[in-house]
């Protein structure tokens, strides 16, 4: 029996690399696309060029177990105000690029009536904040999709899963260092990630006082809200 294969689309992140390893280590075969191939391993993937995406899935060499969306665009809340190009720029990658690639495998997957889609979104979309407006909205559309993706694949045999990090001690959060306590290491994402792909799990939390922190945050009324610097 050959081994299930996972395709990593952002393979060069920090979180991307300790997911490879963690799959790898109990019997995957490894798909690793990134934007700049550096080796013949490497697949070439850019999240923001539509157009490439149906080709990209036509070409692989075989329709993968499990499909991992890792890549993304940090953009803060004065970077978004100041320039709205880099905005949009930002959305295409973190909401568009993400609907289009996996608009073109869930499809494939759907066929073959079996697989995993794992998508990355974040805590920043589940309530619009100044510090991250312009990425928590992307990251927000992220996971409607996801949800919806899920209902409309539940009979088809392809399971979505939504992860939900948090901070994340990665090179991308390097420049605005993140309480510790709050702050996951990229191999308990990927720790998290493994254990939620083998429970079948829908959405996961990746250190469990986020869905607490979350839900308060969610509730402080627009009032207080809007006085508050989050």
Same mark, same amino acid.
């Given at each position: 029996?050959? @081994?299930?294969?996972? !395709? $990593?689309? =952002?393979?060069? *992140? ?7 390893? %963690?799959?790898?280590? +109990? ?42 969306? @890792?890549?993304?665009? !940090? $953009?803060? =809340?004065?970077? *978004? ?7 949009? %720029?930002?959305?295409? +990658? ?65 399971? +979505? ?70």
């Amino acid at each position: 029996m050959s @081994a299930k294969t996972i !395709l $990593i689309l =952002g393979a060069n *992140s920090d979180m991307a690399k300790a997911i490879a390893k %963690e799959f790898k280590a +109990v019997g995957f075969e490894l798909m690793l696309a990134v934007r700049q191939p550096k080796n013949e391993s490497e697949l070439a993937f850019d999240a923001a060029d539509f157009a490439s995406h149906e080709a990209f899935v036509k070409n692989l060499k075989a329709i993968p177990d499990v499909v991992v969306t @890792a890549f993304g665009v !940090l $953009i803060e =809340g004065d970077e *978004s105000f100041n320039s709205p190009k880099e905005s949009l %720029e930002s959305t295409l +990658v973190n909401y568009t690029g993400v609907v289009s690639i996996l608009g073109h495998l869930s499809k494939t997957m759907a066929e073959r009536g079996s697989g995993t889609i794992i998508g990355i979104s974040s805590v920043a979309g589940e309530r619009g904040r100044g510090s991250n407006y312009v990425y928590g909205s992307a990251k927000a559309g992220v996971t409607a999709y996801l949800d919806g993706l899920r209902n409309y694949l539940a009979d088809k045999g392809v399971h +979505v899963m939504t992860v939900k990090p948090g901070y994340v001690d990665t090179k991308m959060k390097a420049h605005k260092p993140t309480p510790g306590i709050v702050t996951a290491s990229p191999e308990q994402v990927a720790k998290a990630i493994l254990r939620g792909y083998k429970n079948n799990t829908d959405t996961v939390y990746v250190l469990w006082m986020w869905r607490w922190i979350m839900l308060i945050i969610r509730t402080i009324p627009e009032f207080i809200f809007k006085k508050m610097s989050l």
